[in-house]
């Protein structure tokens, strides 16, 4: 009896569907299912290559489409143009048509050469301008040695005529000389001026020096502002230079060694009428090329802005039609009848949709052909497909990080909505605590869509739980009541049982007991408010909550077990409910069932009322195994011959665990082979045609007559179940397809056995750290308080008031970083742990692999690249 | 008023609360979402509470402390 539709109960149902589409319209009908997000496409070119699959070329093609696209992402990066993100919820792209695409392609084709040749010409104007930059500060500095120079032009002459005259000789003598406009030219004086990067000036003069055994006279001056360098793009300090030398080689040399240390010579005139001349050229030229650079910019600039526009849209497209022909490339093409086919995994109950949108696209495009979609039968395990909603999807997720559940198994999730943080309650169990996290919760919740967008890695993690902590906040609300904490203080909500026994004479400090108030009256809901404060405080709580962990970790593990029950009656294995389900059952209620009758048992006893001694139930337990029939204390008549009997009867269910279950289906494999079956596996074996495996396949795959007559494709779908066998043989469904061993599925079973038994006992000891985290939460927060709170409440006057708030400040943060962040972090990493280890050990397998559907919404999602483009 | 009796009085509310949960849930295909959480919800709220009742039911021993005022005490 299918249910009439998919529940979050089990997985969904699933189909192999097989599509036959024709060749015009694949591609619309892959973006239309791209947009529907319920079809998983088998991959039937497996033998393929990458380049050898049909539309490589188409993926090339975009691959380049996108490189341009990311080009111009870079460009207006570099020109700090903001780029329009694309908001999938607001903007709704329609699937683009075959032309759109080859538009865009030439589009950006033709915008990636302009922008190249933009670039280029600013790239080359820019080191044009530098160039006369440099110039310019080369004419105003040498103008300005050119001008003290003259003054010595005597001195200089004096030096060269005479080697032997001292530098400064008499200084004064020549200062006022009339030939100072003389020119270095009639002294055979040359120079050269030019700009060296500053770092490099001392090796400069040292080579200089070195070569030209000092006959030259170097003069230079520190440009203020540091130059752009066109190349790198980055700034550099320069130097001018002006270096006076004699003799044309040597001033040939000086090029060569300055052009060497990548110095820029320019050309600057000793007349001073000339050199004005030429800075007003320089200047002008640098206006204008100036101007044009602006003008370059501008133009660059408005034509990123406008491409900043629609970026986002077309890399979204580019990447959606990428996917489109990734999926085509899966599928196989029959040449004789021009279709392609593709064969693929969807829900079963989706399918009337995916039929309705093939209808569409092919009415849409006007094709006499209609796009066939056809159910086929497998032997294949399906994927699991578990649907979610906003609530649902976080405790999933818990559950997926633990492993894919088997296809139509109990989903886990379903019990972790309550258990995982009602656990997570019971260690973590403060009212005050509770209603800021509820707080935290329920703001997440109200500013989910602003909130959704922030990227913060850790706060979307938050985030992404922001359901699961609602429902923690609310169970520890209610756990805080039960423990009567709110920041480890008590409530009195309502009257206490007890009352304190004060003697007639009582002096402060001495010690009082309570008495019950009246027999007939207990304290009604959670922990009664006197034991606040008590001495023997944690006497009391500890031995109530190392019970109450035991017994809620009684009431979880039995509950798993019971799923294990559903499972397999759904999987029709009668054999896993006698061999498995029921010993296991009656193994684990013998032990630890009883136990927890014990205990509750021994708290409805009014042990004083019949003056009894108490049993230690922890030695009751130890006594039971140890020496079976010995009771220390009785808890009641009769219990030695009860725990005789459940000890047996735990005994007893080791064996039937152990071989029931193999040794049934050994008997009943055995039977079928009688009687003549042979198992789907083992057809190739059987048949006498070696060879001849299209004949075998096809006469198994009926329905497949029609298109053995094709190509190579249709003949490798025919044979698909021969194909993927690995994919089958993992798991545990024994005697369902596969091969039948006996000792393989013995070992499974003997492995199974002891770790149940063995597991009984540690899992129910590992419920203990509910206790030991509740009592660790609970001991925490009355630390801080007594350490902030509570004496600074004793404090009186405005001091103590001022004192009392910055006090309460602390408390707050540390209320918040230690007792609720972290204490909740811990205490929900251990709930983690009992959902995943404790309960699910009981009845979730765990083998199924998941369903992953070729969907547009999860790609956009989950891809890298394209996140920089979406808001 | 609260004795022990209680128990068995919460447990047939906690079943009454369960079995109105099953029929009032909201219908479609999260139904079972709906009744799977809050039936096991409310056992899990009744456990608790019916185990912290239960272990003051018949208390083996009693609150004791030192340090009550006298103030406090004469009250």
């Given amino acids: 009896m299918a249910p009439a539709r998919d529940t979050p109960f089990r997985s969904a149902d699933m189909s192999m569907v097989q599509l036959y589409i024709s060749n015009e319209i694949s591609r619309e009908v892959v973006n239309a299912l791209g947009e529907l997000g319920l079809v998983q496409f088998r991959d039937l070119n497996g033998d393929l290559s990458a380049f050898q699959r049909a539309f490589t070329q188409d993926i090339r093609r975009l691959d380049n489409v996108e490189r341009q696209l990311r080009y111009f992402h870079a460009q207006m990066e570099k020109a700090g143009i903001p780029l329009r993100k694309l908001d999938l919820d607001v903007d709704i792209l329609a699937p683009p048509t075959t032309t759109e695409i080859d538009e865009l392609a030439e589009r950006s084709q033709s915008l990636e050469q302009r922008i190249a040749s933009l670039n280029e010409s600013y790239e080359t104007l820019k080191k044009r301008e530098v160039e006369l930059t440099e110039w310019r500060w080369v004419l105003r500095e040498a103008g300005g040695f050119f001008d003290r120079a003259h003054g010595n032009v005597e001195e200089i002459r004096a030096s060269t005529d005479d080697d032997d005259a001292p530098l400064l000789q008499d200084v004064e003598h020549h200062i006022s000389a009339p030939e100072v406009e003389r020119s270095f030219s009639c002294m055979n004086i040359g120079f050269v001026a030019g700009v060296i990067a500053r770092d490099r000036v001392a090796a400069f003069e040292r080579i200089l020096w070195r070569t030209l055994r000092g006959n030259l006279y170097m003069n230079q001056a520190e440009i203020p502002e540091p130059l752009i360098d066109p190349a790198t793009n980055e700034p550099v300090q320069k130097n001018v230079f002006v270096i006076f030398a004699h003799g044309k080689e040597i001033l040939a040399k000086i090029r060569k060694i300055s052009e060497s240390m990548s110095a820029e010579v320019y050309n600057v005139d000793e007349n001073s009428e000339l050199r004005r001349d030429q800075v007003h050229e320089v200047n002008a030229r640098l206006n204008d090329v100036q101007s044009v650079l602006r003008n370059t910019q501008q133009t660059l600039e408005a034509e990123l802005t406008q491409i900043s526009r629609s970026l986002s849209a077309w890399m979204v497209l580019v990447g959606k039609e990428k996917a489109v022909y990734d999926t085509l490339n899966n599928f196989s093409y029959d040449r004789a009848r021009r279709t392609l086919i593709a064969e693929g995994w969807c829900p079963t109950h989706d399918l009337p949709l995916i039929r309705s949108t093939l209808q569409d696209v092919t009415n849409r495009a006007g094709l006499s052909v209609p796009s066939i979609i056809n159910e086929i039968r497998t032997n294949k395990k399906p994927p699991t497909y578990l649907k979610t909603n906003k609530f649902t999807e976080a405790f999933q997720t818990i559950v997926n990080a633990y492993g894919t559940p088997t296809y139509h198994e109990v989903n886990p999730a379903i019990p972790v909505i309550v258990t995982f943080p009602f656990l997570f309650a019971v260690m973590f169990g403060d009212l005050g605590h509770a209603i800021i996290m509820l707080c935290a919760a329920l703001a997440m919740i109200y500013w989910e869509k602003p909130l959704k967008k922030v990227t913060f890695e850790l706060f979307a993690m938050v985030f992404y739980g922001r359901y699961i902590a609602l429902v923690m906040a609310a169970f520890s609300i209610y756990t805080g009541l039960i423990y009567n904490d709110i920041f480890s203080k008590s409530m009195t909500l309502f009257k206490s049982q007890w009352e304190w026994d004060v003697p007639k004479n009582y002096r402060p400090g001495q010690t009082v007991t309570a008495v019950i108030r009246d027999p007939n009256y207990r304290y009604p809901f959670g922990l009664d408010w006197r034991w606040h404060g008590a001495e023997n405080e944690l006497l009391f709580t500890n031995s109530y909550k190392m019970k109450m962990s035991i017994i809620l970790g009684w009431a979880h593990m039995t509950y798993s077990l019971c799923l294990s029950y559903i499972n397999a009656r759904h999987f029709k294995r009668p054999v896993d409910i006698w061999g498995n389900f029921l010993p296991g059952m009656i193994f684990f209620q013998s032990i630890f069932g009883y136990l927890v009758i014990c205990i509750i048992y021994k708290w409805t006893v009014d042990w004083f009322a019949i003056g009894q001694q108490p049993p230690g139930l922890l030695n009751m337990l130890i006594y039971m195994f140890l020496q079976p029939g010995y009771i220390d204390v009785p808890l009641y008549p009769g219990q030695k011959y009860v725990q005789i009997g459940l000890l047996l009867l735990a005994v007893i269910q080791v064996p039937i665990l152990l071989f029931l279950k193999p040794f049934y289906l050994r008997w009943e494999h055995n039977r079928a082979r009688a009687k003549g079956y042979r198992e789907i596996g083992e057809r190739s074996r059987v048949s006498a045609l070696d060879e001849d495996d299209d004949g075998v396949a096809n006469a198994n795959g009926g329905d497949r007559h029609s298109v053995d007559s094709a190509g190579e494709g249709v003949a490798m779908i025919a044979q698909d179940p021969d194909d993927d066998e690995e994919e089958e043989e993992e798991g545990d469904d024994h005697g369902h397809g596969g091969k039948f061993n006996f000792g393989e599925v013995m070992i499974h079973q003997v492995i199974h056995t002891i770790e149940f038994c063995l597991n009984c006992v540690s899992h129910t000891a590992s419920y203990l750290r509910l206790w030991a985290l509740s009592l660790a939460h609970q001991q925490l927060s009355a630390v801080l308080w007594s350490m902030t709170m509570g004496p600074a409440l004793k404090v009186t006057g405005i001091g103590g008031a001022i004192f009392l708030v910055v006090v309460f400040a602390a408390f707050f943060c540390l209320t918040c970083i230690i007792l609720i962040i972290m204490e909740g972090v811990s205490a929900m990493l251990h709930s983690l742990r009992l959902a995943w280890v404790e309960s699910f050990s009981k009845f979730a397998e765990f083998g199924g692999w998941p369903f992953a559907p070729f969907s547009f919404k999860q790609l956009l999602e989950e891809s890298e690249e394209l996140k920089e483009y979406l808001g | ?75």
């Avoid at chain 2, 008023?1 to 219908?27: E, Q």
């Fill in chain 2, 1 to 75: 008023m609260a004795n022990g009796w209680s128990v068995i009085t919460g447990l047939l509310i906690c079943v009454a609360m369960a079995v109105a949960a099953w029929f009032f849930s909201p219908k479609g295909e999260n139904q079972v979402l709906w009744r799977s959480s809050i039936i096991l919800s409310i056992a899990c709220c009744f456990l608790m509470w019916a185990i912290t009742f239960l272990a003051q039911l018949h208390p083996l021993i009693a609150p004791r402390r030192s340090d009550l005022r006298e103030e406090y005490v004469h009250h």
